[in-house]
């Protein structure tokens, strides 16, 4: 069972304008919640991470929102570029990491 | 330049014919892992080793082996592949005490037939 979730598959957002991708998870014993960034034929690369002590983290244009409440989180890329184009990961993680199925964002020029 | 290498990059092999996937970083990392990618499936962990010496079961170690006799090489090993083990593999590596901050490889592209 997955418990980590992205139940947006795909996302177009116009350039400048602001990208909010969205993550569920299940568990409440994570201890730390990231988003990784995916180009094709490459590996995942970091792009920022929240404590789950915390309800906010900020990082330039990237935003990651945690509400445990909810088990919810979310990136918020603001303004979003072109570069921004890209398969997005949330995880969860204690000592095991666990990965939602991506949400690939589109930004038009 | 800090990387994570792994080779090879596509392999095509049959079913039942062990193979070796190779992963090594330079940055001194203690935490190394393991994932598949999957479509619609995401990124799933085999395994993961805290040091060396130390290995743990992710969530879908079936069919697999790791080693870790050094700090800075973690080889996935398949012996006996199938089919169903036909994906796109990634290793990571992470300082023990951020290891949400990893580094990724470039991948593995396996198809067995």
């Known amino acids: 069972d997955q418990q980590v979730k992205q139940n947006s598959p795909s996302l177009s957002v116009q350039e400048g304008r602001i990208s909010i991708l969205n993550c569920d998870y299940t568990n409440s014993m994570f201890d730390y919640f990231l988003w990784y960034k995916k180009y094709p034929a490459e590996g995942p690369t970091f792009l920022i991470s929240i404590s789950s002590i915390k309800d906010k983290n900020e990082d330039g244009r990237f935003t990651v929102f945690l509400n445990k409440s909810a088990k919810h989180l979310s990136l918020h890329i603001v303004p979003s570029q072109p570069g921004d184009s890209a398969v997005y990961f949330c995880a969860a993680t204690g000592n095991q990491f666990y990965f939602g199925t991506g949400t690939s964002l589109t930004v038009i020029p | 330049e800090a990387q994570v290498t792994q080779n090879p990059r596509y392999l095509i092999t049959v079913t039942g014919k062990k193979l070796t996937v190779t992963c090594s970083q330079n940055m001194n990392h203690e935490y190394m892992s393991w994932y598949r990618q999957d479509p619609g499936l995401g990124l799933r962990q085999i395994y993961y080793?805290?040091?060396?010496?130390?290995?743990d079961k992710g969530d879908v170690p079936e069919g697999y082996k790791v080693s870790r006799k050094e700090k800075r090489n973690f080889p996935l090993i398949l012996e006996s592949p199938s089919p169903n083990q036909t994906s796109l593999y990634f290793c990571?590596?992470?300082?023990?005490?951020?290891?949400?901050?990893?580094?990724f490889g470039q991948g593995t592209r396996l198809t067995v037939v």
């Open positions: 990571a590596s992470s300082f023990a005490d951020r290891i949400t901050e990893a580094f």
């Open positions: 080793s805290m040091n060396v010496e130390v290995t």
